[in-house]
């Protein structure tokens, strides 16, 4: 509750998390030493993201139906309800409605990197800053006054968005049982208003529409974005003989004779464990991984003298769209 322009609650009894976190099994069981009931509530789609062993709790309305299901599970004023990415846009009724015991966690700095994109913004800005969050959840995003945060910096092995992830979760542990025990022992905390004149909103991204190759890039921005679109997610994509592949781990290389724009992303030579690939500029990129779009491994079919290479339509379409995520899946419009 909120009184005094500060954030506290009497005696935590139960913890509901809303959207998909893949750290939700760890989380649960923080609770479960700290003696609190907790539940997860997310949308059909985020649902597949969830191995059979969680207990899963399916709504993709904020209607009677889902507030009736809140009301029998515990006191809404004993209550934390902890979004992860959820997939509803709150109203002001909805937020009453949780007696705004209504909270996000949010992975980056706010006001800056509102939104969605993950780590991939990151990778693509050379964000280096790691910051847990804790907001009040408000109608719009992620604009609701800050309970606590905490920053650090991402290792220096940080480079593909997995590696981000990793690093993130292991310090959203962290940062959580901290928090969680605060409340717990009594502490209020101090509502920190966001400054409404500065900050940024970060769409969201889809590889199969974000992710294509643009060769006229420097070889520097070439290595973060393909980097940024590396594992978890499927891959940066461009075409190769007519066909749509996958390239993944890449390095930038200085050292070999000069490149002209014209040359950008022809194959220079073959080195058997990598592939040597020219940019615009003087550096290279090394290729260890390239597949199609099922998977199959096409490395040792290319050979030097070969071109990769992504049409004006597929770039064009990656900054016309712009992509969404509903309780139902993507929406691109």
């Known amino acids: 509750m909120i009184q005094n322009n500060k954030f506290y609650i009497k005696k935590i009894e139960n913890i509901v998390f809303f959207g998909f976190s893949k750290i939700f099994s760890e989380l649960q069981k923080i609770n479960k030493s700290l003696n609190i009931k907790d539940l997860i509530i997310t949308s059909s789609d985020q649902k597949k993201e969830f191995s059979s062993e969680n207990n899963v709790y399916v709504f993709d309305k904020l209607d009677t139906k889902f507030k009736k299901f809140i009301s029998k599970k515990g006191n809404i004023s004993k209550t934390i309800f902890i979004s992860f990415g959820c997939r509803w846009i709150f109203k002001k009724k909805d937020i009453n409605f949780f007696q705004n015991n209504l909270l996000n966690f949010h992975g980056t700095r706010l006001p800056y990197d509102a939104g969605g994109g993950g780590f ?66 009594g502490k209020s905390f101090y509502l920190q208003k966001q400054l409404n004149y500065m900050g940024r909103y ?31 997610y499927p891959g940066a994509r461009t075409i190769y003989k007519g066909k749509t592949v996958i390239i993944k781990k890449v390095h930038i290389h200085g050292g070999e004779s000069p490149n002209h724009p014209f040359m950008s992303g022809l194959v220079s030579r073959h080195d058997g464990d990598w592939i040597v690939v020219s940019t615009i500029d003087e550096n290279m990129l090394l290729v260890e991984s390239i597949t199609d779009l099922k998977g199959k491994n096409l490395f040792h079919e290319i050979k030097p003298g070969d071109r990769f290479y992504t049409p004006t339509s597929k770039l064009d379409l990656a900054i016309a769209k712009k992509i969404s995520y509903t309780t139902k899946g993507r929406k691109i419009v």
């Not at 990151?122 to 964000?127: A, G, Q």
């Not at 969201?204 to 974005?225: A, D, M, P, V, Y």
């Open 202 to 232: 970060n769409p969201r991204l889809s590889t199969e529409i974000s992710g294509w190759i643009n060769w006229n890039i420097s070889s520097q921005e070439l290595f973060k974005f393909i980097n940024a679109f590396d594992d978890p």
């Open 120 to 185: 991939s913004w990151n990778i693509l800005r050379n964000d280096r800053i790691n910051n847990q969050i804790v907001h009040l959840i408000e109608p719009a995003i992620d604009t609701g006054s800050i309970l606590m945060h905490t920053k650090s910096l991402f290792p220096s092995y940080c480079k593909i968005p997995k590696d981000f992830e990793d690093y993130r979760n292991h310090q959203l542990k962290i940062f959580y049982e901290k928090f969680i025990k605060q409340l717990i022992n």
